[in-house]
């Protein structure tokens, strides 16, 4: 099995900055790839940043410039760092992960529970 463990949700003024982290653990051979999704208030979930295995990152529209996706492939980890964060941006966010578990089988979709993030003055 496969956890997926996300961490630094919060509360933050409109203009501030938070970071996630999202730690991967369990049995993995290797995390093909690592994302932030995000799920507001009456709305459905949205891809907000992927970072590949080579380090190739896509960005939302909405987040460019703004938040900055990382990853520490020898941690199974990936962090989302959020600059200049608008009340709009608030909305749980989910880490996601695409998993292979052993050599040669094909990778498995992970979710982590979530992390609140609040924008609000």
């Known amino acids: 099995q496969v956890q997926l463990v996300e961490s630094g949700g919060g509360l933050v003024q409109p203009g501030g900055s938070l970071r996630l982290s999202c730690a991967a653990s369990?049995?993995?051979?290797?995390?093909?790839?690592m994302a932030w999704y995000r799920r507001a208030s009456g709305k459905e979930r949205e891809l907000v940043a992927l970072?590949?295995?080579?380090?190739?990152?896509t960005y939302a529209d909405s987040v460019k410039g703004r938040f900055t996706i990382s990853r520490e492939s020898a941690k199974n980890a990936a962090y989302l760092q959020m600059n200049s964060l608008k009340p709009e941006d608030a909305a749980v966010y989910f880490c996601?992960?695409?998993?292979?578990?052993?050599?040669?089988?094909?990778?498995?979709?992970?979710w982590g529970q979530g992390t609140q993030v609040t924008v609000s003055s």
């Open positions: 970072i590949t295995s080579d380090g190739t990152a």
């Open positions: 369990g049995s993995i051979f290797s995390v093909v790839s």
């Open positions: 996601y992960a695409s998993v292979r578990r052993s050599i040669g089988t094909p990778w498995t979709s992970y």
